[in-house]
């Protein structure tokens, strides 16, 4: 069922960049943190955000690399497509769907109001144009409403599991975990080797270094002069590598931003 409703929805004639669900980059969406056998839904083109589903599951699932964590970089949105699409009708855009796992209540009706406000502006009237006609022909061809997604999925996150993922050995070496298949003594040595006082070596990668370094600044670190000192790391090396692709430190926000 999700399948075929994925199927006509890619037939429709919209404007999918306008409601957060481009379809471009469907062959090459896979980060360090997409489970394996992933199926591509959709990405909101921002920050490696994306939408997918996993084998024999219905429900849809985000994929988070910038901002995740452990047990939060993959988390259910939806039931099953058609409850997808009836919540982007709600928000009008798959990006709230996204940010909902860290939200309160009045951050997320912050939000919205913001969308609102966005409308006021006649430079992006071409924009909303599109938008609203992508909304109106998807609930057309599914026959759907919208539905507030909020406590749904608050409740549908709360009680995932996220020891059914099946992720990549690309995976377990950028987030310094052992996969869950491994001898309990490479555990025991995994957990003796974490707790000597020596810095972590940080990820090669690009963006799995971007989503690291974001996530240490969000739990671990004031500031990113910290960050370095914490993990013995050349500061305008560190910068020099994340500027190009793209990002830049934003003090104010003590993340990592598009440039």
């Not at 026959?143 to 996220?162: E, G, N, R, Y």
């Amino acid at each position: 069922m999700t399948r075929d409703d994925l199927r006509r929805f890619r037939a429709l004639d919209i404007n999918f960049d306008s409601i957060g669900l481009l379809q471009s980059g469907a062959e090459d969406f896979a980060y360090f943190c997409t489970p394996v056998d992933a199926e591509f839904v959709g990405r909101i083109g921002c920050d490696g955000v994306h939408f997918i589903l996993l084998p024999g599951d219905e429900r849809v699932f985000c994929v988070d690399p910038s901002m995740g964590e452990r047990g939060t970089y993959v988390l259910p949105v939806a039931g099953d497509f058609r409850e997808f699409l009836s919540f982007i009708l709600y928000c009008q855009d798959a990006n709230p769907l996204s940010q909902i796992y860290w939200m309160t209540r009045k951050q997320y009706q912050e939000l919205a109001a913001e969308d609102a406000d966005a409308r006021k502006n006649e430079y992006q009237s071409r924009f909303f144009e599109e938008k609203d006609k992508a909304l109106a022909t998807t609930a057309k061809e599914f026959d759907l409403t919208p539905v507030d997604p909020f406590k749904k999925v608050k409740a549908m996150q709360k009680k995932f599991d996220p020891a059914v993922l099946n992720f990549s050995e690309e995976y377990y070496d950028a987030v310094g975990y052992v996969p869950p298949e491994e001898t309990e003594a490479v555990h025991f040595a995994a957990v003796t080797v974490s707790s000597e006082k020596e810095a972590p070596m940080l990820p090669q990668d690009p963006n799995i270094l971007l989503s690291y370094v974001n996530t240490k600044l969000r739990d671990e670190y004031g500031s990113l002069s910290a960050l370095c000192d914490g993990l013995d790391a050349e500061q305008t090396e560190l910068e020099a590598k994340l500027a190009g692709v793209g990002y830049a430190y934003d003090p104010d926000t003590n993340q990592f931003k598009p440039a």
